[in-house]
């Protein structure tokens, strides 16, 4: 049986692959605090704060990228916390070329909205990604 904590990231997870960044934003807290886990180095290794900036950001994903496939699996949750992997595959728009790896997620919710999502990448992958001379610019977000 599914806790409401699990229904909510699904739902914002849905809404984020039809790429409705206010449908997703609805799903959160105004003081959200977005974190992209990597190596300090790494250019996507970032920490949003606040609807606005982590809806820029978001924004500038969609500007970016087409969501072919988004398969969140392995959701497990724990009191107000959700974690999930997902496998995803997406279409860089300026280069046309597709990224295909996995995410991992721990999502934390306060009275039934997202506070806290922290991403972790896979580096290699992304590294090896951003190595495409075509695509160097769009996964800078800084």
Same mark, same amino acid.
Request: aromatic share 10%; hydrophobic share 40%; charged share 25%.
């Given at each position: 049986?599914? !806790?409401?904590? &699990?229904?909510?990231? &699904?739902?914002? %997870?849905?809404?984020?692959?039809?790429?409705?960044?206010? %449908?997703? %934003?609805?799903? !959160?807290?105004?003081?959200?605090?977005?974190?992209?886990?990597?190596?300090?180095? &790494?250019?996507?290794?970032?920490?949003?704060?606040?609807?606005?900036?982590?809806? +820029?950001? *978001? /924004?500038?994903?969609?500007?970016?990228?087409?969501?072919?496939?988004?398969?969140?699996?392995?959701?497990?949750?724990?009191?107000?916390?959700?974690?999930? @992997?997902?496998?995803?595959?997406?279409?860089?728009?300026?280069?046309?070329?597709? %990224?295909?790896? @996995?995410?991992?997620?721990?999502?934390?919710?306060?009275?039934?909205?997202?506070?806290?999502?922290?991403?972790? /990448?896979?580096?290699? +992958?992304?590294? +090896?990604? *951003?190595? *495409?001379?075509? !695509?160097?610019?769009? *996964? /800078?977000?800084?």
């Amino acid at each position: 049986m599914r !806790c409401d904590q &699990e229904t909510i990231v &699904e739902a914002t %997870l849905g809404a984020w692959f039809r790429q409705d960044i206010a %449908l997703t %934003l609805a799903f !959160c807290h105004d003081d959200i605090c977005y974190v992209i886990h990597g190596p300090p180095e &790494e250019a996507f290794a970032r920490t949003y704060r606040g609807k606005a900036e982590v809806g +820029a950001f *978001l /924004q500038s994903v969609v500007d970016a990228w087409e969501f072919i496939v988004m398969d969140p699996t392995g959701v497990i949750s724990s009191g107000n916390v959700v974690r999930e @992997v997902t496998r995803f595959r997406s279409r860089h728009k300026p280069s046309g070329e597709i %990224l295909e790896s @996995v995410k991992r997620h721990i999502w934390t919710l306060d009275g039934g909205r997202i506070s806290r999502v922290d991403e972790f /990448q896979d580096t290699p +992958a992304m590294r +090896a990604f *951003l190595k *495409l001379g075509e !695509c160097r610019g769009g *996964l /800078q977000h800084r």
